[in-house]
């Protein structure tokens, strides 16, 4: 690793400050930044650790949304009894996050800054027409998120910018199918559905290679009808989809409808 | 640097680390506590797991200076707090568990793994073996093949690996 300083701030202010004054970069769980720092890919100089920060680490409920703080780690949001009541598709899926001490550091503000293309968070949070804020600004999670590893904060490029929160419609229909890579436990492909008001269905996917995306033919199915058999004669574009070591572009097409359909199926039959 | 106290296996320590200082780095070279591992140094292994605050971290990942006012317990000092080992052993329980049902062949696992047991029966006292094996979905053992591994934690959870000439190898 390069030769940096750390800090510890205990308040949202102070690690804006610190990171104007430094052009450092922020640290969460750094479950993803510390192998980071360890091939070199980056040289921040100074890193500003924002585990201590008292105002990231709430959970709240007002007027049908759930507000998370984005420092709360993934076994926070897993045990959460708030979230295991208002949004229990998003309970289980935090505690299926990597292996328990991944959960035990990695957070939800930095998986959601980080879009990684195989997160799973990033899907949730589409799916649900969740809203990402920020210490500058509130956006939909359709505006954050705009491919690999590209966010509506990198785009700006104010490194400054800072996730605090994220506020989510408790929807209760909504249900979350992943099939793990068998070795590093991220998504080969990881599918949201929610089923939201008047009927309206929302579906994202992960894993893709391309970044976290909507589908939209599927969501139009299955608006008009809610049932797995909707998706029957549809297909999904390879040329949507990524060819790598791990599979080809017409197997993750392919598993993103049994997916889909899948987390269909755990909705209907109530297991959500 | 900054002065940061941290209280490692109940004994408090004041250091001043560098900002790029991993908890391993200062445990393993400075302190010469050697019983964590280091095995992939890139998150993937659970070699080095240790309980911060009573949760298992790894220590390959994470920074010393985000540390201040943590208590630490390596397999060092788990006999100390996992304390149904048999008379004045310095084994805890877990332990005498592992080395009762064969839970361990070249060892570099292991340390990580009875961590890792240690929070998983603090919070589970009871777990099956599909939880037992859920739960250490990020330890990887080349050798043991597992087994004895779940078999070892079951009999720490019932206390079967605690009495006189316990069985060995399920
Ligand atoms: C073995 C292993 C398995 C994993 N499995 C999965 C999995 O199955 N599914 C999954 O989704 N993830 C998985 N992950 C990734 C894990 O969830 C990470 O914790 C997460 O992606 C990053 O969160 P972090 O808090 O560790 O962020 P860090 O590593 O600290 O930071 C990541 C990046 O985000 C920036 N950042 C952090 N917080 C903020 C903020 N609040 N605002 C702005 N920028 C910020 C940092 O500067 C950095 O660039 C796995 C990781 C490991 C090591
Ligand atoms: S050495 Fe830390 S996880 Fe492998
Ligand atoms: S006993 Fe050798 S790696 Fe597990």
New binding site residues.
């Given amino acids: 690793m390069y030769e940096f300083s750390l800090s510890t701030p205990t308040n949202l202010a102070d690690a804006v400050a610190q990171q104007q004054d430094s052009g450092g970069?922020?640290?969460?769980?750094?479950?993803?930044?510390?192998?980071?720092l360890k091939l070199r890919l980056?040289d921040p100089g100074h890193l500003i650790s924002?585990r201590r920060i008292a105002e990231?680490r709430t959970v709240s409920e007002a007027d049908g949304f759930l507000t998370l703080g984005?420092?709360l780690?993934?076994h926070e949001v897993a045990r959460s009894v708030l979230v295991q009541h208002r949004l229990p598709f998003l309970a289980r899926m935090a505690g299926?996050?990597?292996?328990p001490a991944?959960r035990n550091?990695?957070?939800?503000?930095?998986?959601?800054?980080?879009n990684?293309p195989?997160?799973?968070?990033p899907a949730a949070l589409l799916a649900l027409g969740a809203r990402v804020v920020?210490n500058r600004r509130e956006l939909p999670a359709d505006e954050f998120f705009q491919g690999l590893f590209a966010t509506a904060?990198t785009e700006d490029g104010d490194e400054s910018?800072?996730?605090?929160a994220i506020r989510l419609p408790c929807l209760r229909r909504a249900a979350y199918a992943?099939f793990?890579h068998p070795a590093?436990?991220?998504?080969l492909i990881g599918v949201a559905v929610v089923q939201g008001d008047e009927d309206q269905v929302r579906v994202a996917v992960?894993g893709s290679g391309f970044g976290v995306a909507r589908l939209r033919e599927f969501e139009a199915a299955l608006s008009q009808r809610f049932a797995a058999e909707s998706l029957a004669s549809l297909s999904l574009s390879p040329d949507e989809f990524a060819s790598d070591s791990a599979t080809s572009a017409d197997y993750r097409a392919a598993l993103a409808k049994a997916m889909t359909a899948d987390a269909v199926r755990q909705i209907i039959q109530g297991f959500f | 640097m900054t002065v940061i106290r941290l209280t490692i296996n109940q004994k408090p320590i004041d250091l001043d680390p560098p900002g790029n200082r991993l908890l391993i780095e200062t445990l393993r070279d400075e302190l010469h506590l050697t019983g964590t591992h280091s095995g992939c140094d890139?998150?993937?292994c659970g070699a080095c797991l240790v309980l911060i605050d009573g949760q298992s971290v790894?220590s390959c990942?994470v920074f010393t200076g985000e540390l201040d006012g943590a208590a630490i317990t390596t397999i060092e000092g788990l006999a100390a707090i996992d304390n149904f080992g048999e008379g004045d052993s310095p084994l805890g329980r877990i332990q005498t568990a592992f080395q009762q049902y064969h839970g361990l062949q070249c060892g570099f696992c292991t340390s990580g793994m009875v961590i890792s047991a240690s929070e998983l029966l603090a919070t589970t006292p009871h777990p099956t073996e599909a939880e037992i094996r859920h739960w250490l979905e990020?330890n990887i053992c080349r050798c043991t093949g597992y087994q004895n591994i779940i078999a070892a934690i079951m009999a720490a959870a019932t206390g079967s690996g605690t009495g006189e000439g316990g069985e060995s190898h399920v």
């Fill in positions: 970069k922020y640290l969460a769980g750094g479950q993803t930044l510390v192998p980071t980056a924002l990231l984005a420092g780690t993934h299926a996050i990597g292996d991944v550091r990695g957070t939800l503000g930095g998986s959601v800054a980080n990684d195989s997160a799973d968070y920020t904060i910018e800072l996730v605090t992943k793990k590093s436990g991220f998504a992960t | 890139t998150s993937q790894k990942s990020g």
